[in-house]
């Protein structure tokens, strides 16, 4: 095969004509695809609000709001049926877990009750604190429908009403750590 | 849109940065390299043995791209066949040289030498060899422990347990000389490959005097000059009580094997014509070199 | 404390080699001498520094304002490799004799997916700059104990019989295994 | 003179010491701790110990007979050490299976995969211990208490081993004044009487085997000592500037596993230092990573782990660490 | 009887084999003369001495048969009188051909200059040089194993100087006991030796080591040494090797001779106590080195003795001597057992440097089988020049000399004490042994 | 060949003049067995020459050892990358400091390499006495 | 040339994992379930095809100092519209692999190809090349992936045939290396006896 002699010009043109294909290449791709992946982004998360709460007609994600208590910056998401609040879902998380942070969606309704919790993010060992997701065990119905005013958010090892995971305290601490920080937050302020 | 707009203008300016960086570097630097170093080496066998003198193919590759003639460089692996390639390649002229192989010269089996003390050390051949003679009383025989065995890298000998004498496989052997250089007892040889792999020669390297060599082998080279009377070639040179068989010289008429008496010359590979003597050395050589046709088929 | 954190966790509890699988190549394949690995470390600490550096001012500063960061790839890798081979001009310019000594010491295998892999990393952390400067330096010394500890064990076994079928690159990874395993008792400190 | 004389290379009188005679010492001086899992764990101990000792013994035999081609050397005792050492740390209601499985493991992986005895970087009971631990964490952490024969084995009551209730407490920011309360006395401590693996409970019976290994010249002080003392002096150190926050050097050092590995494991020959600068260095870095895990990591327990870890450095000890050459010091006189 | 002082002994390393010393207790006694006796004519280190009569001659005791040449030989005699039938090459110990004299016996004429009275002479009457032309012309070479030229050591090196003399009475290996009997026996002549030595390097001080184990010839010497000013005697801990000079410098002085550099660098020379003894008999009694004691020993021998041997007797004859071989023997050994190399026959004759012959029963001699390593460190435990030989064994098979010369190879002293210990059962020393060889050889290269 | 405080390296003699030999550095020979030879590289051009002072009896085209000393080595390590590294390391810590803009400090400490290789080149004749390269024949 | 060889010795012969041992960074780390290793792996097919494609078409006008930077380049456009792609219809799957996208660029799998058999070769050659490389690297994956899976969480594709956990330490990093391990040695020993 013969190759091309190297020259300034012939260097500089080529790279440069290829970078600029490329280039239109990919922005064109990148329009291509990016309402998708807007879509998806928010999929997962809107997935998550839709489970904690009851039904809605809004879009929480768009009247997303984020509140700052005791230094922890929670963000809010608000459904409404027909402009009238029905829950909030809030972001919340826990650093207490066995191996990093933990992120949950917490479905709170009006009148301060907790109406489902799934679990968003985590790092904890599969088997064991993993039994926290809905789908691994039956550890988070638990919450559903309790109200923390007369509940103690914590795990009954350490005095509280939580059934811990066997064999993961710790990841059930953490969790209700978690809960517990969104519930503050809503009652300090969160509630709108 | 703007996105694409901006893509475009920093993705290319990119590339011309970019451009304008290795043109400057490219002229900094010439290519040194010669890219036919790399045909050559896929020429060679890739065994990186040493053979050829150099520390691995590349470099030999290398030396052969590099310097004016192939006159000084053989690949022992690869053969003339592959020094031919080479030299077609780039276009030299590869010296013909006779493809070798390595020969045991030492015919002091368990038969033909008797054992006089038991060795108990490590099991090397150098270190009984600078300990003391070895378990028989011959100075310079082989003393069975495998040195040369486990550094061929071509599994081109074993040791034969029942004679207790290493055996070369002539069809494996590449004559990388890592035997000779591992043998503290300087036994082995490499000597020219003939048809057939068809072999002559003294197999000892004995240098006392023929009475006292007996004593301790019965197969020792006595110096008698027999062979080198008979010998019509010129091949065999006297010294030191001991024939040795110029291989480049031999003609393999195998006028000399008869003479010797104590049956100190090896003919390797040829068909029996004698059953004369029924010393044990004989028929142990001819067994080896069938035995090696028998190993080398399974 | 938020940097020991970082440093700690680059280190031991997230390897980049042992738990992150991140320049497995030079891992496996650079010679196995414990003086090549200190070497490999300090031209990699350098590297990463510098590519860290300028891949964090191009995200935050060109990227994300013009809302092009879907470019982030393309441009990590360009501009890493230029970085890289202008330095080495640099550095062939000023000292000729320098420049050949560190080509006879070290195989300069300076560009690898564990550099990219920090780079992008350090972006997807959302560290700040000199947050980034400590996860790279971290992650190269992690890079340099992993490989050290390594060739320590690889030339021991030299001397040893190892089963044939295990030898070379089956073996190393088996080692690798062992030590991520062991690694993982590293689990939380962070 | 009919019979040959036998030659060989000097010196021509050997030692007494040999490969096995070595670690049938190392197995006599488990025998306390034996006795005591038993005493406290009853037929569970019985059961673990003697299938991790059959199948790791098994295990090697199999391996090298079919997958390696190789004589098997199963004779020499270290397969029944690497079964024994693998045992005392499981608890004891620990399955059968998996017990079978960690076997395969630390023999096959640990030991066979390097060549076997003396080849091995890592040691092949922890590398079997940590792939349980890590592989199967629940059941890893249900420790049977420690109620010997008179209870039955299956349905014992599960507690929490001392450095599990520190850990939790600490966890949700109790105190250890209030927290020791709820663990077993010293005197408990000392004697074994108390939740974890089945040889790791007594202090005792291990410190009879240290005595024995050191009058026996089978290990050296270097190892053990440093790693206690480092764990002494560090705990020692926390305690002193945080009472509330951390345990007592003394609570450290006679729970959990720090006697076992600090006297059985970390002194393994063939993956611990050379030289006696060696060791001591060895020991203290183990010492100081136990107590780092045990503090500030996830996991209650640090000393497999340190082990394991330093089982790495070892060959870099090795390379930079030499013993003192005679010659070396400059004349005195 | 042991000496409940704090004892000297060196700190690093070390062994301490079972002792094991049958003939302690046994006189000397002076063996008969051979029929034949075979004169090698390299028994030292160094260049072999080039044979001054040949094949008829008539020779008598004491009479120069070589002639060392060269700086680094020594001078050769002949042990008995009698006819000189052979010159040739013929085995030695290790079985390969070295030049010998061989000499049939006829009576036992002495050369006449040769005081044969056993008087002890005191007095020092002969100035520095001469006594060092006499030891070199006696053909004196250390007898504490090394067989090494005797004057070459005496001979300082011009801006070195000798602080002390150390007199290695150690005898640290198992079985031998002709050092010690010779410390018992000869004591005073021995004494006067080390006078001699002190004369000739100017020293003031002599210190005469002697382990533990050999209470009575410690006291003895103690005794004695109160005539003789300057010299003391120091027990030692009962500790393998502490024969070694490097080490017994470092028992009695506490001084380490650096890595391949010798006594004399830190101000000290050795020499063995029979060496002081022939040192004696040469410089006051004109005799060269024709005999020596030699222990004939082992559990199975009938009579283990001392004897008195003159040099080229067959060791055959002393074995007959001892009571003839036992039927369970397997190896027959020149030296110690730590040191000491195996016969391959036994028609070999007696030379300066053997101190003692023994006899082991075959099912003690067997090795091992080799096992692999498991890293015990009990070698570099062990090891009194603190290498590493496990190590270093598999580096030598490597064949990986610069390494090797790195990790000090060169160094050890091929004490044993790391096969010894080892519990893998490895050939360690073996292949140290090789390693050494071959760095050398680099070395050499390398010049 | 295991460790020595040598660091030994193939190469081929190109040129000579009364003073100078230039060696032509080849590629490791462990490289060579590697199945990605050749494009491991993100450049194409391998510039591996040493200039060594003529000590005789060289000819071009052979085959010789280049040997540098370990110490060397890690000497220049330490100048070619490690210093240069500090230098970055400081003047970043110390213009982000100051100055508290990012862009600023990054681009600054990026440019503290010009001075520090200004420095180099100004020290160039000190470095090039101190790295001495050594050549040796080819042991056969 | 038979496009058929072409193709096996990519495949199989000189199987990029498991005997040139390259690309082994993505290979240990999606690797926790067959699903991700053959996600990725056909993620990488698609760059090594098509860059071969392009290579191929375009190597007779690029000079030869600018070759490397303009595969990158191309490379590199190929992998970045794979995550896009990836991005915007399997997003899951996207997050699975997460870093180990971007890095196809610099796994030298597919500069390697680009440089030594497309720039050099005719178009179908390097298809087919470009195909057996990224299948067999896709083997490898699903291989690797395939016993990781099974042996950590008892399952297969997703599909659970063994109740409970599994053995964790598979689908964690040191699975990872020890698996790789054993399947490089098995791969060899095959090898050795076809050979
Ligand atoms: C490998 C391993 C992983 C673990 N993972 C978790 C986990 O994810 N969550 C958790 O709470 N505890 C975890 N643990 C901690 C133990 O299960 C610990 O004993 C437990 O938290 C305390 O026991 P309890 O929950 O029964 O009181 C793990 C332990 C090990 C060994
Ligand atoms: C080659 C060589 C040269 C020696 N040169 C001297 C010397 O110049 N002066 C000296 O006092 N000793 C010299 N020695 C003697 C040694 O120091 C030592 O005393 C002798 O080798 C016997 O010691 P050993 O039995 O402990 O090995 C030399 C030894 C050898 C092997
Ligand atoms: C391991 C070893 C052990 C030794 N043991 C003794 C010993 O027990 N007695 C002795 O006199 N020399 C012994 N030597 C020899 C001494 O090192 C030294 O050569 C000798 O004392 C010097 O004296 P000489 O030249 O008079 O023989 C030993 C040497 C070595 C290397
Ligand atoms: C003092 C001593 C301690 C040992 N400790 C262990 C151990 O902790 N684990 C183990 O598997 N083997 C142990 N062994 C046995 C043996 O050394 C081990 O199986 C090797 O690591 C296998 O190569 C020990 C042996 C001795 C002599
Ligand atoms: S027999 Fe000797 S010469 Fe022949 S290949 Fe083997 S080592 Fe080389
Ligand atoms: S030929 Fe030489 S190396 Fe081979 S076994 Fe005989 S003595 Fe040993
Ligand atoms: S023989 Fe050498 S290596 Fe072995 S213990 Fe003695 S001095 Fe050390
Ligand atoms: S004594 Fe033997 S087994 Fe122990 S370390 Fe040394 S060589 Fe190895
Ligand atoms: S893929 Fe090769 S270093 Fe990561």
Same mark, same amino acid.
């Given at each position: 095969m013969a190759k091309k002699e190297s020259s300034f010009v012939n260097m500089v043109i080529t790279l440069f004509v290829i970078t600029l294909t490329a280039s239109i290449a990919l922005g064109f791709a990148y329009e291509f695809t990016k309402a998708p992946i807007a879509v998806a982004k928010h999929a997962a998360k809107m997935k998550a609000i839709n489970e904690v709460l009851p039904e809605f007609n809004n879009l929480p994600n768009e009247e997303i709001y984020k509140k700052a208590i005791d230094n922890d910056t929670l963000y809010f998401y608000p459904a409404r049926e027909d402009n009238k609040l029905v829950g909030t879902a809030i972001e919340t998380f826990t650093n207490k877990g066995f191996s990093g942070n933990i992120k949950l969606m917490v479905g709170i309704l009006p009148d301060g009750s907790i109406n489902d919790i799934v679990v968003l993010e985590h790092k904890e060992t599969p088997g064991l604190g993993d039994k926290m997701s809905k789908s691994k065990s039956d550890f988070s119905l638990q919450f559903q429908g309790i109200n923390p005013e007369n509940f103690d958010l914590s795990v009954k090892n350490d005095g509280g009403d939580v059934d811990a995971i066997t064999a993961s305290t710790i990841s059930s601490r953490a969790y209700c750590d978690a809960v517990n920080r969104a519930y503050n937050a809503y009652l300090k302020g969160g509630k709108k | 849109m703007s996105s694409i707009l901006i893509t475009i203008l920093f993705l290319s300016s990119i590339g011309i940065v970019a451009a304008i960086i290795l043109y400057l570097f490219a002229q900094k630097f010439k290519v040194l390299e010669n890219p036919i170093i790399y045909d050559v080496e896929d020429a060679l066998p890739a065994a990186n043995c040493g053979g050829c003198g150099y520390p691995g193919c590349r470099n030999f590759a290398e030396a052969c791209v590099n310097s004016d003639s192939l006159d000084d460089l053989y690949c022992p692996v690869g053969g003339q066949e592959t020094m031919d390639i080479v030299a077609n390649l780039l276009g030299k002229e590869a010296k013909q040289t006779d493809p070798r192989v390595a020969v045991i010269r030492c015919s002091g089996s368990f038969k033909n030498r008797p054992r006089t003390n038991h060795y108990d050390g490590a099991s090397s051949c150098a270190v009984a060899s600078a300990l003391y003679v070895g378990d028989t009383d011959c100075p310079v025989g082989c003393l069975n422990m495998d040195d040369c065995v486990e550094v061929c890298e071509f599994e081109a000998i074993y040791m034969n347990r029942k004679t207790g004498l290493p055996v070369v496989i002539d069809e494996k052997c590449t004559a990388c000389g890592a035997c000779v250089k591992a043998c503290p007892r300087d036994i082995i040889e490499l000597r020219k490959r003939n048809k057939k792999d068809r072999q002559i020669f003294v197999s000892c390297i004995n240098k006392e005097k023929g009475g006292i060599a007996t004593k301790y082998c019965s197969v020792a080279c006595i110096g008698c000059t027999k062979c080198f009377k008979v010998c019509e070639f010129e091949a065999i040179i006297m010294g030191n009580n001991l024939a040795f068989i110029d291989s480049d010289m031999c003609a393999l008429c195998r006028r000399c094997v008869p003479e010797c008496p104590t049956d100190a010359i090896l003919e390797i590979n040829f068909q029996p014509v004698r059953t004369k003597t029924d010393k044990e050395n004989k028929t142990a050589s001819d067994k080896i070199s069938e035995k090696v046709k028998a190993d080398i088929k399974e | 404390m938020n940097f020991i954190i970082i440093i700690i966790s680059a280190i031991f509890v997230n390897n980049i080699v042992l738990a992150k699988f991140l320049g497995i190549c030079p891992f496996i394949g650079v010679s196995n001498k414990i003086e090549t690995a200190i070497g490999m470390t300090g031209a990699v600490t350098f590297v990463m520094v510098i590519a860290t550096i300028v891949t964090y001012l191009l995200q935050h500063y060109i990227l994300i304002p013009f809302s092009i960061s879907f470019m982030q790839t393309i441009t990590f890798i360009l501009v890493i490799a230029a970085l890289v081979q202008m330095v080495e001009i640099m550095l062939k310019k000023v000292s000729p004799v320098l420049y050949q000594a560190l080509g006879i010491f070290l195989p300069l295998i300076t560009t690898n997916?564990?550099?990219?892999?920090?780079?992008?990393?350090?972006?997807?952390?959302?560290?700040?700059?000199?947050?980034?400067?400590?996860?790279?330096?971290?992650?190269?010394?992690?890079?340099?104990?992993?490989?050290?500890?390594?060739?320590?064990i690889r030339e021991q076994l030299e001397l040893v019989d190892v089963p044939e079928p295990m030898r070379g690159v089956p073996i190393a990874f088996i080692i690798a295994g062992l030590l991520a395993m062991a690694f993982m008792g590293f689990t939380g400190i962070v | 003179m009919n019979k040959l004389l036998t030659v060989s290379p000097s010196p021509h009188i050997y030692g007494k010491d040999t490969t096995p005679n070595l670690m049938y010492g190392v197995i006599i001086a488990l025998i306390p701790a034996i006795l005591a899992s038993i005493l406290y764990f009853g037929w569970g101990s019985v059961i673990v110990i003697s299938v991790a000792v059959i199948s790791s013994v098994l295990f090697e035999f199999l391996i090298q007979r079919f997958l390696l081609q190789k004589k098997t050397t199963i004779q020499d005792g270290s397969a029944v050490i690497t079964g024994l050492l693998l045992s005392l740390c499981l608890p004891s209601n620990f399955p059968v299976s998996l017990i079978i499985l960690g076997s395969l493991f630390a023999i096959g992986v640990g030991k066979l995969s390097f060549g076997g005895l003396g080849n091995n970087p890592f040691n092949p009971a922890l590398v079997g211990r940590v792939f349980l631990f890590i592989s199967f964490p629940a059941k890893m952490t249900s420790w049977p208490e420690a109620k010997g024969f008179q209870t039955q084995f299956i349905d014992a009551s599960t507690g929490a081993t001392p450095l599990n209730i520190i850990k939790e407490g600490l966890g949700k920011g109790d105190s250890i004044s209030h927290l020791m309360d709820k663990i077993p006395t010293y005197q408990q401590l000392f004697f074994g009487n108390m939740g974890g693996s089945i040889g790791e409970v007594a202090a005792v019976a291990l410190i009879l085997g240290l005595a024995y290994l050191l009058l026996r010249k089978i290990i050296t002080w270097h190892i053990p000592v440093s790693i206690i003392l480092t764990v002494v002096i560090f705990t020692g150190i926390l305690w002193l500037v945080n009472p509330a926050q951390n345990a007592d050097p003394l609570f450290h050092i006679l729970s959990g596993g720090i006697l076992l590995g600090a006297i059985f494991m970390a002194t393994d020959y063939v993956t611990s230092p050379m030289t006696s600068k060696g060791m001591i260095l060895y020991g203290i870095c183990i010492g100081i990573l136990t107590v780092v895990i045990r503090r500030f990591g996830s996991y209650p327990e640090g000393v497999q782990f340190a082990i394991l870890i330093m089982n790495g450095f070892v060959p870099l000890i090795n390379y930079y660490i030499k013993p003192k050459r005679f010659g070396e010091e400059v004349k005195n006189g | 009887m042991r000496i409940n002082q704090a004892l000297k002994t060196y700190k690093r390393g070390g062994i301490h084999p079972a002792e094991y010393k049958l003939t302690d207790k046994s006189p000397v006694q002076i063996l008969p003369l051979p029929e034949q006796v075979t004169i090698l004519l390299s028994q030292h280190i160094g260049v072999p001495a080039i044979p001054v009569v040949s094949k008829g001659d008539t020779v008598k005791v004491g009479q120069l048969i070589g002639h060392g040449k060269g700086f680094v030989s020594a001078n050769i005699h002949s042990s008995v009188s009698g006819k000189v039938v052979k010159i040739d090459s013929l085995p030695d110990l290790t079985g390969y051909k070295k030049p010998a004299v061989v000499i049939e016996v006829e009576g036992d004429e002495w050369e006449e200059n040769i005081i044969?009275?056993?008087?002890?002479?005191?007095?020092?009457?002969?100035?520095?040089?001469?006594?060092?032309?006499?030891?070199?012309?006696?053909?004196?070479?250390?007898?504490?194993?090394?067989?090494?030229?005797?004057?070459?050591?005496?001979?300082?090196?011009?801006?070195?100087?000798?602080?002390?003399?150390?007199?290695?009475?150690?005898?640290?290996?198992?079985?031998?006991?002709?050092?010690?009997?010779?410390?018992?026996?000869?004591?005073?002549?021995?004494?006067?030796?080390?006078?001699?030595?002190?004369?000739?390097?100017?020293?003031?001080?002599?210190?005469?080591?002697?382990?533990?184990?050999?209470?009575?010839?410690?006291?003895?010497?103690?005794?004695?040494?109160?005539?003789?000013?300057?010299?003391?005697?120091?027990?030692?801990?009962?500790?393998?090797?502490?024969?070694?000079?490097?080490?017994?410098?470092?028992?009695?002085?506490?001084?380490?001779?650096?890595?391949?550099?010798?006594?004399?660098?830190?101000?000290?020379?050795?020499?063995?106590?029979?060496?002081?003894?022939?040192?004696?008999?040469?410089?006051?009694?004109?005799?060269?080195?024709?005999?020596?004691?030699?222990?004939?020993?082992?559990?199975?021998?009938?009579?283990?003795?001392?004897?008195?041997?003159?040099?080229?007797?067959?060791?055959?004859f002393l074995i007959e001597a001892a009571g003839g071989l036992p039927e369970n023997t397997g190896k027959v050994i020149s030296g110690g057992l730590m040191m000491g190399k195996a016969f391959n026959s036994l028609d070999v004759p007696v030379i300066k440097g053997m101190s003692g012959i023994l006899v082991l029963p075959e099912d003690e001699t067997k090795r091992k089988t080799i096992e692999p390593c498991i890293r015990c460190s009990k070698c570099v435990t062990v090891c009194p020049m603190g290498l590493e030989p496990y190590l270093l064994m598999p580096l030598t098979q490597d064949g990986n000399f610069y390494r090797l010369e790195k990790e000090m190879v060169l160094d050890c002293l091929e004490c044993g004490s790391c096969s010894y210990i080892c519990p893998a059962n490895r050939p360690l020393l073996d292949y140290i042994r090789l390693g050494k060889t071959d760095v050398n050889k680099i070395i050499r290269e390398r010049r | 060949m295991g460790t020595t405080k040598e660091i030994k390296h193939p190469g081929v003699i190109t040129s000579i003049d009364s003073s100078k030999i230039k060696v032509n550095i080849t590629t490791y020979s462990a490289c060579s067995s590697c199945g990605a030879k050749g494009i491991c590289s993100i450049s194409d051009v391998k510039d591996k020459m040493v200039e060594v002072s003529n000590t005789g009896d060289f000819s071009v085209g052979q085959e010789v050892q280049v040997i540098l000393h370990q110490t060397l080595g890690f000497k220049a390590l330490y100048l070619g990358y490690v210093q240069p590294f500090i230098v970055v390391l400081i003047t970043l810590i110390i213009t982000s400091s100051l100055t508290r803009n990012e862009v600023l400090a990054g681009l600054i400490s990026l440019g503290a390499l010009a001075p520090y290789y200004l420095v180099l080149y100004f020290y160039k004749e000190k470095i090039r006495n101190k790295f001495t390269f050594a050549i040796k024949k080819q042991e056969q | 040339m038979n496009q058929w060889k072409n193709f096996n010795k990519g495949f199989f012969r000189e199987n990029a994992v498991f005997v040139l041992y390259l690309g082994l960074c993505p290979i240990l780390g999606v690797t926790t379930s067959v699903i991700n290793g053959v996600g990725m792996g056909l993620a990488t097919t698609f760059v090594l095809l098509m860059s071969n494609i392009v290579v191929t078409l375009v190597k007779?006008?690029?000079?030869?100092?600018?070759?490397?930077?303009?595969? /990158?380049?191309?490379?590199?456009?190929?992998v970045t519209i794979v995550e896009?792609?990836?991005?915007?219809?399997?997003?899951?799957?996207?997050?699975?692999?997460?870093?180990?996208?971007?890095?196809?660029?610099?796994?030298?799998?597919?500069?390697?190809?680009?440089?030594?058999?497309?720039?050099?070769?005719?178009?179908?050659?390097?298809?087919?090349?470009?195909?057996?490389?990224?299948?067999?690297?896709? %083997?490898?994956?699903?291989?690797?992936?395939?016993?990781?899976?099974?042996?950590?969480?008892?399952?297969?594709?997703?599909?659970?045939?063994?109740?409970?956990?599994?053995?964790?330490?598979? /689908?964690?990093?040191?699975?990872?290396?020890?698996?790789?391990?054993?399947?490089?040695?098995? %791969?060899?020993?095959?090898?050795?006896?076809?050979?």
């Open positions: - | - | 997916c564990a550099v990219l892999g920090v780079a992008i990393l350090a972006v997807q952390n959302d560290y700040n700059l000199i947050e980034s400067v400590v996860f790279s330096i971290a992650n190269a010394i992690g890079f340099g104990m992993a490989l050290l500890i390594f060739s320590g | - | 044969q009275s056993t008087d002890l002479k005191e007095d020092i009457t002969l100035s520095e040089d001469e006594i060092l032309e006499k030891i070199r012309e006696s053909g004196i070479v250390g007898l504490g194993g090394a067989a090494f030229p005797s004057h070459v050591k005496l001979i300082l090196p011009k801006n070195k100087k000798a602080e002390a003399l150390i007199i290695n009475g150690v005898e640290c290996e198992p079985y031998l006991t002709s050092d010690h009997r010779l410390m018992l026996e000869y004591g005073e002549e021995m004494m006067v030796g080390i006078r001699i030595l002190m004369k000739v390097l100017n020293v003031r001080k002599a210190m005469i080591g002697i382990e533990n184990n050999k209470a009575d010839a410690i006291y003895h010497l103690t005794d004695i040494a109160s005539k003789f000013p300057g010299i003391e005697v120091y027990p030692l801990k009962v500790k393998y090797p502490q024969g070694s000079e490097k080490q017994l410098i470092k028992a009695l002085t506490g001084r380490e001779v650096p890595s391949l550099k010798l006594p004399v660098d830190v101000g000290v020379i050795v020499h063995n106590v029979s060496t002081a003894y022939a040192i004696y008999e040469a410089v006051q009694k004109n005799k060269p080195l024709i005999n020596r004691i030699i222990t004939v020993s082992g559990k199975s021998l009938k009579k283990p003795s001392n004897f008195v041997v003159r040099i080229g007797t067959p060791i055959q | - | 007779s006008f690029i000079p030869d100092k600018v070759r490397i930077p303009s595969f /990158i380049v191309i490379i590199a456009s190929f896009l792609l990836m991005q915007a219809y399997l997003p899951s799957l996207f997050n699975e692999l997460g870093l180990f996208i971007p890095l196809i660029v610099v796994n030298c799998l597919v500069l390697g190809r680009a440089e030594a058999f497309a720039s050099k070769n005719t178009f179908t050659s390097s298809v087919v090349d470009g195909l057996g490389m990224g299948l067999g690297f896709t %083997m490898a994956l699903f291989f690797l992936g395939g016993v990781r899976e099974i042996l950590g969480s008892g399952s297969f594709l997703g599909f659970k045939f063994i109740p409970g956990d599994g053995i964790l330490l598979f /689908i964690l990093a040191p699975g990872a290396f020890i698996t790789l391990g054993y399947l490089i040695m098995l %791969m060899n020993k095959i090898n050795k006896k076809t050979a």
